[in-house]
């Protein structure tokens, strides 16, 4: 009997340590304290995360953007020479909204020729009457950089400036006569303007308009017989080289055609020369801000046989 009872007290011993309503409550007690502080560690990383989108909400959106859509390298300049609408099918828009003014445009003058007309001429090697139209635009280089003036002639013969001189660009090497393939180089002279085209809707111009379409490539392979002219996804590939047209969204959102080494073409001689946007030395076009292009464009007139000179 001694021998049980003792045994039974070890017994009743064990369990009152081990299973005890106390010890085990204690032991529940010490877990469900834990749940507060992830609660409050939670709060706190959901906080910090809107803290850090809100202040740096841009910069994280465009290092995204950057890391899984990076953009086109930069590609040369382009022109088109006839136009055929892209027939591909299922291609992505090549549309982009015309955006807002973000700087001052080019304000209407009626500045009288003055001497910056004659200079111009002068510098060009022209008179007056070698400019067959009405409306003309000079492009006066410096290095890289370009101031560019608009005139028009007048009832009475009176050559006027129509807006404020514009800032622009030429191209990397500069403004030369004797312009080659793989020049960078705009060319010097003078040239009718033809047509305008765009990534962009037309934005009201007289002239013919051109909306640039998903398969509109302009052909940059000398060898090509399409050398310096506009082909569109069902033409042959005869050509190893090419611009894609539609890709240049900041550089053709508008874009002005003259005609240099257009008729007929010459496969010695550059490609793809326009007067176009640009905020930085061009490939061998003439850049300006878009929205002094997209005010030239409401301004310039087929039936005023424009032309452009570059000097």
């Known amino acids: 009997m001694e021998y049980k009872n003792n045994k039974t007290a070890n017994r009743r ?13 204690t032991k529940r007690g010490g877990s469900s304290n834990r749940a507060p502080i992830l609660i409050g560690v939670a709060t706190f990383l959901i906080l910090a995360s809107l803290v850090l989108v809100f202040a740096f909400g841009d910069n994280i959106y465009n290092f995204l953007d950057a890391t899984f859509h990076p953009s086109a390298l930069p590609l040369p300049e382009s022109e088109t020479m006839g136009v055929v609408l892209a027939t591909e099918e299922n291609a992505p828009p090549a549309v982009v909204d015309v955006p807002e003014a973000t700087e001052a445009e080019p304000e209407p003058t009626q500045a009288d020729q003055g001497d910056d007309f ?11 009457e070698d400019l067959k139209g009405t409306q003309a635009i000079f492009v006066e280089s410096q ?15 009176q050559w006027t400036r129509q807006f404020d001189i514009v800032d622009g660009f030429v191209g990397t090497g500069g403004v030369s006569d004797n312009v080659g393939p793989a020049d960078d180089t705009t060319p010097k002279g003078t040239y009718n303007i033809e047509y305008a085209m765009g990534t962009n809707m037309n934005p009201g111009t007289a ?29 042959p590939v005869d050509y190893t080289s090419s611009q894609q047209l539609y890709e240049y969204t900041k550089s053709y959102p508008y874009a002005v055609v003259f005609d240099y080494n257009r008729d007929p073409v010459d496969n010695t001689k550059g490609c793809a020369r326009f007067l176009h946007v640009a905020t930085a030395p061009t490939y061998g076009g003439v850049g300006i801000s878009e929205n002094a292009l997209g005010v030239i464009l409401g301004w310039l007139d087929p039936s005023a046989s424009p032309t452009i000179t570059i000097l």
Do not use: C
């Open 13 to 25: 011993r064990y369990k009152s340590r081990y299973h005890s309503p106390h010890n085990y409550k």
């Open 118 to 128: 004659v200079r111009l001429l002068t510098a060009a090697s022209l008179k007056a």
């Open 143 to 157: 290095g890289t950089s370009a101031k560019v003036y608009f005139f028009e002639k007048n009832a009475d013969g």
């Open 207 to 235: 002239l013919e308009y051109y909306q640039i379409q998903y398969g509109m490539n302009w052909v940059t392979d000398p060898a090509s017989v399409n050398y310096n002219r506009l082909v569109d996804a069902s033409s």
